[in-house]
Nanobody
Framework: QVQLVESGGGLVQAGGSLRLSCAAS????????MGWFRQAPGKEREFVTA????????YYADSVSGRFTISRDNAKNTVYLQMNSLKPEDTAVYYC?????????????????WGQGTQVTVSS
């Protein structure tokens, strides 16, 4: 069982930055691919970015590529999402998710564990 807790959300003006963190419980964090997804009001949950469990390969949605960066610190059992040049359309609840031995999938149903989410609001 893995528990995930996101933090770092908040209100920011367009063009600003935020860094989200997702802390995981357990001693097997390094064996999980980690993903970030988001869900805006009235919309389906969508893939944002992911990092594989081995080699640290990263993947990004086209909408965030070049602005967002995912990273992980296995010693701290934490994955980060650095978000720069934020836009109002980035407003959503952001969720982290864990996929054992995953390659960093963009498909939500491949992730076994999910956090509760953290709200990100970008004002224009």
């Amino acid at each position: 069982q893995v528990q995930l807790v996101e933090s770092g959300g908040g209100l920011v003006q367009a063009g600003g930055s935020l860094r989200l963190s997702c802390a995981a419980s357990g001693r097997t964090f390094s064996t999980y691919a980690m993903g970030w997804f988001r869900q805006a009001p009235g919309k389906e949950r969508e893939f944002v970015t992911a990092i594989s469990w081995s080699a640290g390969h990263t993947y990004y949605a086209d909408s965030v590529s070049g602005r967002f960066t995912i990273s992980r610190d296995n010693a701290k059992n934490t994955v980060y999402l650095q978000m720069n040049s934020l836009k109002p359309e980035d407003t959503a609840v952001y969720y982290c998710a864990a996929d054992r031995y995953g390659a960093g999938s963009k498909y939500a149903n491949e992730y076994e564990y999910w956090g509760q989410g953290t709200q990100v609001t970008v004002s224009s």
